[in-house]
């Protein structure tokens, strides 16, 4: 059998399972060669994924179109106490992240300010988050809880503490 990822031709006498490559490791019902040569992999319609994988992307996309496109809102959330403009550093949090609540627990324990921003809350934060990471270069699509701005620079993808550092 050819691999349709790295066209090796298997051998008599193989180690690897007869379903693997035993050059590149990938399993051969996985590779789609599509006549283009690239040996992309890709997932077969039929095995889809869970349906809460499927559940929270549709949620987290829907969540994206709603913040990002005008005029699906109407008004705006009151100012709160502590919201600072000059802050040094912001936390954009979901309220049930786990993440979120290790790295408030890291920076408090260093002593770090931080304005925290709960954007399953407040939409408004939601849609500031999402311009700004826009407005930073910022094109990874999903974006992870915590994500920090840290003196103007956009760290999403819950950033190590060093990398916060670093930025301060």
Not at 20 to 43: F, M, N, V
Not at 62 to 85: K, M
Not at 133 to 160: C, Q
């Amino acid at each position: 059998m050819k691999c349709p990822k790295c066209g090796y031709a298997r051998k008599m006498g193989e180690t690897a399972p007869e379903w693997q490559c035993p050059s590149c490791g990938i399993a051969y019902a996985k590779a789609d060669a599509a006549g283009s040569g690239e040996g992309r992999i890709r997932r077969r319609s039929s095995s889809g994924g869970t349906w809460i994988g499927k559940a929270v992307l549709v949620v987290f996309t829907v969540a994206i179109v709603w913040a990002l496109v005008p005029g699906t809102r109407q008004g705006s959330s009151p100012a709160r106490q502590g919201d600072f403009a000059n802050a040094g550093v912001v936390m954009y949090s979901l309220t049930t992240c786990g993440y979120c609540n290790q790295k408030r627990a890291e920076l408090h324990a260093k002593g770090i300010p931080f304005v925290e921003h709960f954007i399953d809350k407040d939409q408004d934060r939601q849609r500031e988050l999402f311009e700004k990471l826009l407005a930073s270069g910022y094109r990874g699509g999903g974006v992870g809880t915590p994500t920090f701005e840290v003196n103007g620079k956009m760290l999403p993808n819950n950033p190590s503490l060093d990398t916060i550092i670093k930025h301060l």
